[in-house]
Structure formats: structure tokens, C-alpha cells
């Protein structure tokens, strides 16, 4: 295998947002492109990262399964500066990675065998598709982080909520004109951690698209030129509101 990118800066960012959700993962490089698919330890939150053939310079490859440590690999593509060129090379159970720029530099990632299943995207059906700004998503999350440590998001009445209550409370509300609301009245809670760790990719994007339903799990959809990031968030369900 040998693939370059030459501007690695959307791969180096994915790689740091996924690395808070999981430590080990399954790196799936063939002919459609790079990808990515894991469930944090606590079985509560999924992500999806998808890197297109198209966003390579060059792509030579067979079908590679890469496992790797993320927190070693995050911290070779910090190295990258916004004009190096970032090449991937496997050598038996080795992942090379040069990243060329005015001085050419070599590192060595050990490749790890991962024991848990492969997993995919689950395919889940929505009743709401909420197109939100990034800075007003990431917003509302850091209001509502502020009072409480879960979050509902709210559709009623062709408003768009993100609200916490608790001792405290924090309320963010959009119309038609803020956001593209298409979505039947509902309502779920999610856990803030996560939504906080989502928000770090929601920044990569001007929009991000939340899909969701009645005590549904979480879709957000995060696209940039060239990239895809997905993360799916089981629900809090509880008795009381």
C-alpha cells in the first residue's frame, strides 16, 4: 500500500476528534477510499469517518486493514504543517508514515491485531432532520454543559430546541429562519460528554446535520470537501422528564 495526501490537515483533525471517543481502531484503506468504523468502550456512542479515493494524490492499494493506536498516530500527524505532504507505506506489520516538507521526515507506527467485531454504521429512521450553523450548535452545547450534564434536543411546533433542566437551566430556540427544520414534534435527551466531544468535529463544518427522534439515538452528520464524519449517540431514557 501507498497512498499521499497532500494536504492532510481534515485526516490529522478526524483522527484527534475520533481518538477522544476510542483508542484501538480498525483502519479500512481499499479502492473506495480510507474509512473508519468503531464503538466507544462504553457501547453508548458510534463514529464513522470516511475519506474518499478522490482526496488522495496518489492511491496504490490492494485492501489494507490497519490496526492502530490512535493516540500514537494522532501524535505523528501533529507533526504536519499545513503545506506537508503526508504519506501512508505498510511494511509487513509496520505502518510507515512520511511527511514531506522542507525536510523529509520518516516515523514507524506498529501495526496491533484489534479483537473487537468490525462494526457498521447502524441504518436507523428518523422523523426529524434538523440543518443547524456549527457555531450555534456548538453554542447551545456549551450553554447547556454549563447547568447540567445531559441536554434534550426539541422539536415542536416547527421550532428547533436544545434545552438542559435541572436545579438550573439553559434554552437555546431556533426557527425556520436559523436553521432548516424538517421534522415531526419530538423529543430525546443525550448525554452532554459526548455532545461536547462531537462539537470538536461540528467545527470542521459551516452546518451540521442532526437526525433524531422520540428517545431515538442521535445522528450527526458532519461533511467538508472531501471528508465525512458520523457519529451516532444512544439515547438518556428516563422515567421522570
Known amino acids: 500500500m501507498l497512498v499521499k495526501l497532500d494536504n492532510p490537515t481534515a485526516l490529522s483533525k478526524a483522527i484527534e476528534i475520533i481518538s477522544e471517543l476510542v483508542t484501538d481502531v480498525r483502519i479500512k484503506v481499499g479502492e473506495y477510499g480510507m474509512s473508519i468504523t468503531a464503538m466507544d468502550p462504553a457501547n453508548v456512542a458510534m463514529v464513522g469517518f470516511r475519506l474518499p479515493k478522490s482526496a488522495f494524490s ?24 499545513t503545506k506537508s505532504n503526508l504519506i501512508f507505506e505498510t511494511s509487513e506489520n509496520t505502518l510507515l508514515i512520511n511527511i514531506h516538507d522542507r525536510v523529509k521526515r520518516n516515523f514507524s507506527l506498529a501495526l496491533i491485531e484489534i ?8 441504518s436507523l429512521d428518523y422523523s426529524s432532520k434538523v440543518i443547524i450553523s456549527s457555531v450555534d450548535l456548538v453554542d447551545s452545547i456549551e450553554d447547556c454543559s454549563v447547568v447540567a450534564d445531559s441536554c434534550s434536543f426539541i422539536v415542536k411546533d416547527s421550532k428547533f430546541v436544545i434545552e438542559s433542566k435541572g436545579l438550573n437551566s439553559a434554552r437555546s430556540e431556533f426557527s425556520g429562519d436559523e436553521a432548516n427544520i424538517e421534522a415531526e414534534n419530538c423529543k430525546s435527551k443525550y448525554s452532554l460528554e459526548y455532545l461536547k466531544k462531537f462539537a470538536k468535529g461540528a467545527k470542521l463544518s459551516e452546518k451540521t446535520i442532526l437526525r433524531f427522534a422520540n428517545d431515538h439515538p442521535l445522528k450527526v452528520e458532519i461533511r467538508t470537501e472531501g471528508m465525512e464524519l458520523d457519529f451516532v449517540l444512544a439515547p438518556r431514557v428516563e422515567m421522570d422528564d
Open 58 to 81: 496518489q492511491f496504490e492499494v490492494g485492501t489494507e486493514v490497519l490496526g492502530v493506536n490512535l493516540d500514537s498516530l494522532k501524535k505523528i500527524l501533529k507533526r504536519c504543517g
Open 115 to 122: 479483537e473487537s467485531e468490525d462494526k457498521d454504521m447502524p
